[in-house]
């Protein structure tokens, strides 16, 4: 009876989960796979080693892929998932983990090719990655032009063309930077006094750059603490916390706080939980439209179910009519401001799913601004950089309702400064990050955040 080689639980995690992201099964992102229960039950060493694994693999894949298309030949071109997502893995062990020795990235990718039901291109995937390994490809100058820092930093040609086109060379260049790198990993605290309890617990925390209740965690495991598993912090991105942030203080007009506020987007809750926590009187809508997703809210948001009520509900079809003093309109988008985050984006997303994007988001808004009462107010976000999605979604918008107006938020982030919940340095950084009508556009890189566009809209009548 022929044995089973072993395969190490980390290798074999990262396998399914690039190849659940291969076959495009999950419309979750890698950052939600990477939360799984299998996944947390790894140890840390190898938890690390799943992040490292995916997101590289993701990161990298295009120029990956086109080495490995150079070392074979054209009528092995065409591979099964399972046998392309085996080479990636042992390919970016290779190129970019010095720590792993060839060997154990070979071996491995080449039983995982075997234990995924294609013994056959077991040789295949030995051979390539032998070969792999000897070439030690020298590292990419980033060049000069859109087609060598597309190669260079492994991202499409087409979105750094774009972003050429939008922002200028420099800054496409730093957007594909940014996107090779991890984004910082960001802890709220909801009770300054549990900073001590995780530092006890061996987490290293440094200020964050913008929020005064935000932290930047460095070595340690944060989501295996205490405070982590009572929901007493949480992780969260300083971007979408500023997001929530900004639209607390855009409602709190006249001296008078929100007493009714619609989340439209609301899945997977984090803004939402800033909004009950800063207004402890008013009551919150949560909508969302998946069920899964939808059930995944409620219980993040069980703690104040006496008045978030969560309900299943498309943004775009909202039967309220002025009946919200505030209201988040964080629609679904591109994502292009997160391909640190989530870069398996970059390999799913084409030009003309933008164009289909905007039209859900102009649909959304306007229901959204049906719903808020004369005086009242929208912010609207993305976490993207593209202007079909942002500038031009509002002023679409705006056209078609001729009830609302722009607001700048320059007057909300000095209130924020002003009660403390913006740093001095990030309330600066924020401003320079507004656009000459007042909306914030934060490029990944210019802050330590996620890329996003937020702009305000007050309806007038």
Known sequence: MTSVAAISRARKSAFDVLLALERRRAH??????LRSRAIDALSPADRHLVTNLVLGVLRWQILLDEQLGNLIKKREAKLDPEVSVALRMGAFQLRFLDRIPARAAIDESVELTKQSGHRYASGLVNAVLRKFAAARSADNEPGRTVSAIARAYAHPAWLVERWTRFYGLETARALCQHGQTQPARIVRLTDLSVEKELIE??????????????RSAGSGDVAATAAFRERRIRIQDEGSQVIAELAVSSGNTLNQSPKNILDACAAPGGKALIFAERNPQARVLACESNPHRLAELSLRLAAYASRVECRLADATALNEESAFDLALADVPCSGTGTLGRNPEI???????????????????????????????????????????????????????????????????????????????NGAARLRDCLTPDGALRILPGALPTDGFFVALIEKTA
């Open 28 to 33: 979750a992102h890698s950052d939600d796979l």
């Open 201 to 214: 617990s061996g987490i290293t925390l440094e200020p964050a750059t913008i929020l005064t209740a935000a």
């Open 346 to 424: 970059r390999h799913r997303l084409q030009a003309e799913d933008l164009p289909r994007q905007a039209e859900r988001q102009r649909a959304i808004l306007s229901a959204t601004l049906r719903a808020v009462r004369p005086g009242g107010r929208v912010l609207y976000s993305t976490c993207s950089l593209e202007p079909e999605e942002n500038e031009q979604v509002v002023s679409s918008a705006l056209a078609k309702n001729q009830n609302g107006r722009l607001v700048s938020l320059e007057s909300q982030i000095a209130a924020l400064a002003k009660d403390g919940i913006l740093t001095t």
